[in-house]
């Protein structure tokens, strides 16, 4: 009898040892892999998307969804972005990303209304229709993709405010005669503590 219930607990302790290596083992898959360790978690869910999204472009490539030319340029562009993403978390050493875009020279129409800025005329850190702020350009193979950063809304509310300002002192500086005083109303009066 002593024998059946020390054989139990045995069986009950290689149960939960099972589990629990079975548990870590599931949990192991999951884990990024070491390439990425460097990075913060934003930065690493943003790299863990990208290889989602190269999952999802070899699945339809491999059902003859798209033609190889469609496979070839879009999993070149998401090898851009990674690199872009790669490096501006290592220069910043910040885990953060801004929203990246990359495009073709043939898609800027789908970022930007005409007149189309021209790729030579890209400098970087230059924002563009107060939306993108370019960060460069990455050739991957035969393509050639113009990476851009979206500004959130803020950003850009406050690109347009400063944007006002200067072409308001503009026009300020080029007015020839100096404005007349306003007599309609009095200067306002400073009380001195």
């Known amino acids: 009898m002593r024998a059946r219930h020390v054989l139990g607990r045995y069986f009950i302790a290689g149960l939960l040892l099972l589990a629990a290596a079975a548990g870590a083992g599931a949990q192991g898959g999951r884990r990024a892999p070491a390439a990425d360790a460097e990075f913060g978690p934003n930065v690493r869910v943003y790299l863990e998307y990208l290889r989602a999204e190269q999952e999802v472009v ?8 798209i033609d190889r030319r469609y496979y070839r340029l879009n999993s070149n562009r998401i090898r851009a972005l990674r690199q872009m993403a790669v490096r501006i978390a290592r220069e910043t050493e910040l885990d953060y990303l801004p929203e990246l875009v990359a ?10 209304d005409a007149p189309l800025p021209a790729p030579a005329e890209l400098r970087v ?4 229709d107060f939306k993108f702020r370019y960060l460069g350009a990455v050739a991957i193979a035969r393509d050639k993709f113009y990476l851009f950063a979206r500004l959130d809304p803020y950003e850009q509310a406050e690109l347009r405010k400063q944007h006002g300002a200067k072409n308001e002192a503009g026009a300020q500086a080029t007015t020839a005669a100096p404005a007349a005083p306003d007599t309609t109303s009095r200067p306002r009066r400073v009380n001195e503590p």
């Open 103 to 112: 495009v073709a020279q043939e898609e800027f129409d789908q970022l930007f």
């Open 58 to 65: 070899d699945d339809r490539v491999s059902r003859r969804e």
């Open 125 to 128: 850190g230059e924002t563009h």
